[in-house]
């Protein structure tokens, strides 16, 4: 199975305590993601609870064609304000390992995201992530650094 990588990065002028607020909780992962994937939170009672590892939770998204899927994630890792990590339990893809790291620069945080991902399906999920998959991921991140920016401002 062919695994792929992608990384982002991102500066914000915020402090450290802003943005881990804001990029650790669930629910603001919805506010910066296309409409177009009707991203919900599914997880009940979680609007207060604090990210940890071996959290779960759950999401419906429709990455395609507006075909609604059910998406579970485990937070696996947690370095209070330094970086998190999750991994797909269950959803669309064969493999899923998203580190957010965060660390201060001048006047604000430096923000980076790095994923691995796998499709599956062998030769088959080789083209459809050449078509369709890795192109979708980036304008993904593409529409998050633009929400990001609207949100905080940027650097």
Known sequence: MKTYRLAFEQKLPVDLD????????????AEITPKDMTFDVTSPNIEQTKMYPGMIITYK???LLGIKLDWMTEITHVKEKEYFVDEQRFGPFAFW????????????ILMRDILHYAIGYGPIGKIANAVTVHKKINAIFDFRFKKVV???GQL
């Open 61 to 63: 998204v429709s990455p």
């Open 150 to 152: 609207e949100v905080f």
């Open 97 to 108: 390992h998203h580190q957010h790291h965060f660390s201060k620069i001048e006047n604000g």
């Open 18 to 29: 802003t943005a881990w607020d804001f990029f650790s909780s669930p629910l603001n992962l």
